[in-house]
């Protein structure tokens, strides 16, 4: 792209209505496979439609990402995501806790789904949240309820809190910037292998280790 993105400044404590209309132009964008820089509780993220291909391939472009890294996505709901992915008791448990929060699930594709191999680079696994960021939802939500939720910096350097640091690397490369401040935690979510048995601490982020062991009732895997 030769112009700079449209950039969308909100409110996240503005009236649900008012949020709508301002983000709405974003979420269709992102639903038709554009890309779209947004805040969440944990980083600023990359949304685009996880079941474009040809979205995922620019994402990747984008993000100078190789394409064996697994793109996660983010629901606006538990509900949303069974789309994707087929949740286990203990998946269930975690997301009844966790969510929405930064907390991401590491579950199998659901049997019957059909998304591009470069979602979830041929593992037949993608990682899941439903973020704790107001704006976030009703974003994801007004864009079909499910987005990319990977990070909106280009690989191997700072991922962004603020959307001008996402702007810092993104300008020029993406078609909106929602912008509603510093992501409130600053840090990367957790990160949990429910297709590993036992369940594998793969990043510990927001969310300790112990608090998911506690409600797991069992040891999370190194």
């Known amino acids: 792209m030769s112009a700079g993105p449209a950039v969308v400044r909100v409110d996240p404590g503005a009236p649900e209505a008012e949020l709508?209309?301002?983000?709405?132009?974003a979420a269709e964008a992102a639903a038709a496979g554009g890309?779209?820089?947004?805040?969440?509780?944990?980083?600023?993220?990359?949304?685009t439609n996880p079941f474009l291909e040809e979205a995922l391939e620019r994402l990747f472009?984008?993000?100078?990402?190789?394409?064996?890294?697994?793109?996660?996505?983010?629901?606006s709901s538990a509900e949303a995501l069974e789309r994707l992915v087929a949740f286990t008791p203990e998946a269930r448990r975690l997301a009844e806790r966790f969510?929405?929060?930064?907390?991401?699930?590491?579950?199998?594709?659901?049997?019957?789904?059909?998304v591009p191999r470069l979602l979830h680079a041929g593992t037949g696994?993608?990682?899941?949240?439903?973020?704790?960021?107001?704006?976030?939802?009703?974003?994801?939500e007004e864009a079909g309820g499910v987005l990319t939720g990977t990070s909106a910096n280009i690989h191997r350097r700072p991922p962004a809190r603020t959307a001008g640091e996402a702007l810092e690397q993104l300008d020029g490369r993406v078609d909106y910037v929602?912008?509603?401040?510093?992501?409130?935690?600053?840090?990367?979510?957790?990160?949990?292998?429910?297709?590993?048995?036992?369940?594998?601490?793969?990043?510990?982020g927001a969310v300790p280790r112990g608090e998911?062991?506690?409600?797991?009732?069992?040891?999370?895997?190194p």
């Open 20 to 25: 709508r209309k301002l983000l709405r132009r």
């Open 35 to 47: 890309l779209v820089v947004y805040p969440t509780d944990t980083l600023y993220g990359l949304g």
């Open 61 to 75: 472009r984008v993000k100078e990402r190789p394409p064996d890294r697994p793109v996660p996505v983010l629901g």
């Open 99 to 114: 969510w929405p929060g930064p907390l991401t699930l590491i579950l199998p594709v659901r049997p019957g789904t059909r």
């Open 125 to 140: 696994r993608i990682g899941v949240r439903v973020p704790g960021h107001r704006v976030a939802l009703v974003l994801i």
């Open 178 to 204: 929602v912008d509603a401040g510093p992501a409130p935690l600053g840090r990367p979510s957790t990160v949990v292998d429910l297709t590993a048995e036992p369940p594998r601490l793969v990043r510990e």
């Open 212 to 221: 998911l062991e506690r409600v797991l009732g069992r040891r999370l895997a």
